[in-house]
């Protein structure tokens, strides 16, 4: 069970773009794409077959895991996730401060 996962609210903690919150769009073992967050500009040669055009294309580029925090809607700040088993057997994210991160 990952810590983050697609779909998430994160907020990046470290770098350029720290302060800036967005969602997860990938995950891939140590390292998060994030809608508008940390965007490259890829010079891409046209595929016709696609139909994709070339040019000087700009997309999200991977973040590592360590620079990203879960954003905690009751504080308003990123939290640390921990794992918590509940006495029906579930397993689920926890906020270190108690919040349950999972609704």
Known sequence: MNR???GDQVIVITG???????EVLRVAEDRVV?????LVKRHTKPNP?????GGIVEREAPIHLSNV?????ATGKGGRVGFKTLADGRKVRMF????????
């Open 69 to 73: 925090a879960l954003f905690n809607d």
């Open 16 to 22: 350029k773009y720290k302060g800036q919150r967005g």
């Open 34 to 38: 994030v809608a508008n967050i940390n």
């Open 96 to 103: 270190k401060t108690g919040e349950q991160a999972d609704v």
């Open 49 to 53: 077959q696609a139909n994709q055009p």
């Open 4 to 6: 983050i996962r697609k």
